[in-house]
């Protein structure tokens, strides 16, 4: 069974940045090429978001309150993908999580990323 396996995250102060992962264990590549994987963030207290998305063709989608900041990629031939996360601030915390979107698979464990101010 495809399971993810996220890593990276920490504790930082604002500004600072960070540099997620995320391993799609056990998928085909060929499903995963062709994939859109999104990274998605569930803050205390809230229902989980999405971040971004990036395409197998490297298209990418990012909500308005990380723009300028996050940058997704995917590594195809490691089945990996990545969030780097720039000028982080304290509403960043959360707990992030990457599945393929719009057709989601077991979610992971996640990676805690805390952002002090």
């Known amino acids: 069974q495809v399971h993810f396996v996220e890593s990276g995250g920490g504790v930082v102060e604002a500004g600072q940045s960070l540099q997620l992962s995320c391993r799609a264990s056990?998928?085909?590549?060929?499903?995963?090429?062709?994939?859109?994987m999104g990274w998605y963030r569930q803050a205390p207290g809230h229902q989980r978001e999405l971040v971004a998305t990036?395409?197998?063709?490297?298209?990418?989608y990012y909500v308005d309150s990380v723009k300028g900041r996050f940058t997704i990629a995917r590594d195809s031939a490691r089945k990996m993908v990545y969030l780097t996360m720039n000028s982080l601030k304290p509403e960043d915390t959360a707990v992030y999580f990457c599945?393929?979107?719009?057709?989601?698979?077991?979610w992971g464990q996640g990676t805690q990323v805390t952002v002090s101010s």
């Open positions: 056990r998928m085909i590549t060929s499903t995963f090429n062709s994939a859109i």
């Open positions: 990036i395409t197998g063709g490297r298209n990418t």
């Open positions: 599945n393929r979107d719009g057709q989601e698979l077991p």
